[in-house]
Protein backbone atom coordinates (compact mmCIF):
# COMPACT_ATOMS: atom_id res chain seq x y z
CA UNK A 1 0.00 0.00 0.00
CA UNK A 2 1.35 3.07 -1.26
CA UNK A 3 1.12 6.32 1.90
CA UNK A 4 2.69 10.07 1.45
CA UNK A 5 3.99 10.80 4.72
CA UNK A 6 4.13 14.29 5.59
CA UNK A 7 6.44 16.01 8.77
CA UNK A 8 8.03 19.48 9.67
CA UNK A 9 4.82 22.11 9.84
CA UNK A 10 4.66 23.56 13.48
CA UNK A 11 4.34 27.09 14.76
CA UNK A 12 6.25 29.68 13.58
CA UNK A 13 6.87 33.60 14.02
CA UNK A 14 6.61 36.11 10.73
CA UNK A 15 9.51 35.67 8.82
CA UNK A 16 11.10 32.56 9.95
CA UNK A 17 11.55 29.33 8.06
CA UNK A 18 10.26 25.97 8.32
CA UNK A 19 11.34 22.79 5.85
CA UNK A 20 8.60 20.29 5.16
CA UNK A 21 8.90 16.45 3.98
CA UNK A 22 6.97 14.15 2.34
CA UNK A 23 7.90 10.88 2.28
CA UNK A 24 6.34 8.27 -0.51
CA UNK A 25 6.62 4.57 1.13
CA UNK A 26 5.31 1.35 -0.04
CA UNK A 27 5.37 -1.14 -3.07
CA UNK A 28 6.88 1.87 -5.75
CA UNK A 29 7.37 1.27 -9.47
CA UNK A 30 8.04 4.93 -10.31
CA UNK A 31 6.81 8.35 -9.40
CA UNK A 32 6.57 10.83 -11.66
CA UNK A 33 5.39 13.89 -9.71
CA UNK A 34 5.42 15.35 -6.34
CA UNK A 35 4.00 18.55 -5.31
CA UNK A 36 3.07 20.51 -2.42
CA UNK A 37 -0.55 22.31 -1.96
CA UNK A 38 -1.93 24.22 0.71
CA UNK A 39 -5.46 25.04 1.70
CA UNK A 40 -6.43 27.76 4.45
CA UNK A 41 -9.30 28.06 6.20
CA UNK A 42 -12.26 29.04 4.26
CA UNK A 43 -10.41 28.76 0.94
CA UNK A 44 -9.47 26.00 -1.99
CA UNK A 45 -6.94 24.24 -2.43
CA UNK A 46 -3.82 25.49 -4.21
CA UNK A 47 -0.83 25.06 -5.89
CA UNK A 48 2.42 25.89 -3.76
CA UNK A 49 4.94 24.34 -5.55
CA UNK A 50 5.44 21.09 -8.03
CA UNK A 51 8.53 19.21 -9.09
CA UNK A 52 9.25 16.29 -12.45
CA UNK A 53 11.35 13.88 -12.27
CA UNK A 54 13.62 15.53 -14.16
CA UNK A 55 13.61 18.64 -11.57
CA UNK A 56 11.74 20.83 -13.45
CA UNK A 57 10.14 23.38 -11.12
CA UNK A 58 6.58 25.57 -11.00
CA UNK A 59 5.96 27.63 -7.83
CA UNK A 60 2.60 29.40 -7.35
CA UNK A 61 3.27 33.72 -7.72
CA UNK A 62 2.88 33.96 -4.10
CA UNK A 63 5.82 32.14 -2.83
CA UNK A 64 8.46 32.66 -5.96
CA UNK A 65 11.47 33.40 -4.12
CA UNK A 66 10.33 32.40 -0.84
CA UNK A 67 9.98 28.90 -1.10
CA UNK A 68 11.89 25.92 -2.49
CA UNK A 69 10.89 22.55 -3.75
CA UNK A 70 13.51 19.79 -4.15
CA UNK A 71 13.40 15.96 -4.42
CA UNK A 72 15.56 12.90 -3.45
CA UNK A 73 14.49 10.41 -5.84
CA UNK A 74 16.68 7.94 -3.82
CA UNK A 75 14.22 8.53 -0.89
CA UNK A 76 11.08 8.84 -2.95
CA UNK A 77 10.88 11.98 -0.74
CA UNK A 78 9.99 15.96 -1.92
CA UNK A 79 10.87 18.52 0.45
CA UNK A 80 9.74 22.48 0.82
CA UNK A 81 11.97 24.57 2.45
CA UNK A 82 10.01 28.01 3.07
CA UNK A 83 11.73 31.27 4.15
CA UNK A 84 10.21 34.45 4.83
CA UNK A 85 7.22 33.02 6.08
CA UNK A 86 4.23 35.39 5.76
CA UNK A 87 1.38 34.88 8.05
CA UNK A 88 -1.13 34.43 4.40
CA UNK A 89 1.06 31.22 4.34
CA UNK A 90 -1.07 30.02 7.44
CA UNK A 91 -2.69 26.91 5.89
CA UNK A 92 -2.84 23.15 5.90
CA UNK A 93 0.29 21.93 3.62
CA UNK A 94 -1.02 18.92 1.69
CA UNK A 95 1.55 16.65 -0.53
CA UNK A 96 0.39 15.29 -3.45
CA UNK A 97 2.48 12.34 -6.40
CA UNK A 98 1.26 11.01 -9.32
CA UNK A 99 3.07 7.27 -9.05
CA UNK A 100 2.70 3.89 -10.44
CA UNK A 101 2.77 1.28 -7.61
CA UNK A 102 4.73 -2.39 -8.73
CA UNK A 103 3.53 -3.67 -11.11
CA UNK A 104 1.39 -1.59 -12.85
CA UNK A 105 1.64 1.17 -15.47
CA UNK A 106 -0.59 3.11 -14.93
CA UNK A 107 0.30 6.08 -12.54
CA UNK A 108 -2.18 7.58 -10.10
CA UNK A 109 -2.74 10.39 -7.60
CA UNK A 110 -1.68 10.32 -3.91
CA UNK A 111 -2.46 12.48 -1.22
CA UNK A 112 -0.85 13.43 2.19
CA UNK A 113 -2.54 13.53 5.42
CA UNK A 114 -1.85 17.26 5.88
CA UNK A 115 0.60 19.02 7.88
CA UNK A 116 -0.21 22.34 9.56
CA UNK A 117 1.60 25.28 9.13
CA UNK A 118 0.72 28.42 11.10
CA UNK A 119 2.41 31.59 10.85
CA UNK A 120 1.83 33.95 13.52
CA UNK A 121 3.53 36.53 16.23
Known amino acids: QVQLVESGGGLVQPGGSLRLSCAAS????????MGWYRQAPGKQRELVAD???????NYADSVKGRFTISRDNAKNTVYLQMNSLKPEDTAVYYC???????????????WGQGTQVTVSS
Open 51 to 57: ITTSGST
Open 96 to 110: NSNLSPTGQIVAYQY
Open 26 to 33: GSIFRIYY
